[in-house]
């Protein structure tokens, strides 16, 4: 019962160079999130998805871009990479449309930083 | 818009002793309020939820917290804390009951146990 599996957990950039960062999910949850964490600004989110499909931004998507081409995939890329960028992402998922209710399932996160 | 705020940055008690966390919120309507855990180097683990009902919940690893709507407050309480308790605490609401809806992380407590 994995959850929502996050990869890489650790990575290391040079500004400028890109990435892309990958969420699973093997719930059948319709909807998908991409957070950043930083120091005493809690979880602040940069974009999600309500399906296969779709994206829509959240409230820091600048510098980021995501697709959802598989139900089960959500992916978070930088094209280029800026020190700003160094944080702690996470991504979560929920069943649907409820989820402000549910609450949401999150995966264990991936420390980047730009150097 | 829902928003929430958890007043304490950092919190220290002794092993033993009595814990409460504030969060307080932000939203016209009657909200949906979430606790979640975070130690070090995890995701976000969800320690109970409040929709409807019972203003008192209960959760899970000894945590409930109360919902009290005159004081747009939901404090995080636990009668004993044990040194396995020392890690991140933050507040959500949620809001609405469409693909729209999202929930807003407080930018959290962190809990210090002292042997």
């Known amino acids: 019962n994995a959850g929502v599996t996050q990869t890489p957990k650790f990575r290391v950039l040079k500004t400028g160079q890109s990435m892309t960062l990958l969420c699973a999910q093997d719930?059948?949850?319709?909807?998908m999130y991409w957070y950043r964490q930083d120091p005493g600004m809690g979880l602040r989110l940069i974009h999600y998805?309500?399906?296969?499909?779709?994206?829509a931004k959240g409230e820091v998507p600048d510098g980021y871009n995501v697709s959802r081409l598989k139900k089960q995939n959500f992916l978070l890329g930088l094209e280029s990479a800026a020190p700003s960028q160094t944080s702690v992402y996470f991504c979560?998922?929920?069943?649907?449309?409820?989820?402000?209710?549910?609450?949401?399932?999150f995966g264990s996160g991936t420390r980047l930083t730009v150097v | 818009a829902q928003s929430v705020t958890q007043p304490d940055i950092h919190i220290t008690v002794s092993e033993g002793a009595s814990l409460e966390l504030r969060c307080n919120y932000s939203?016209?309507?009657?909200?949906?309020l979430f606790w979640y855990v975070q130690s070090p180097g995890q995701g976000l683990q969800l320690l109970l939820k409040?929709?409807?009902?019972?203003?008192l919940v209960q959760g899970i690893k000894g945590f409930e917290a109360e919902f009290k709507r005159s004081q747009s407050s939901f404090n995080l309480r636990k009668p004993s804390v044990h040194w396995s308790d020392a890690a991140e605490y933050f507040c959500?609401?949620?809001?609405?009951?469409?693909?729209?809806?999202?929930?807003?992380f407080g930018s959290g407590t962190r809990l210090s146990i002292r042997p």
């Open positions: 979560a998922s929920s069943p649907g449309v409820a989820s402000a209710i549910y609450g949401y399932t």
């Open positions: 719930m059948n949850h319709e909807y």
């Open positions: 998805s309500v399906g296969e499909g779709t994206t």
């Open positions: 939203y016209g309507a009657t909200p949906y």
């Open positions: 409040y929709f409807s009902g019972d203003t």
């Open positions: 959500a609401v949620g809001a609405g009951y469409s693909s729209a809806s999202k929930i807003i």
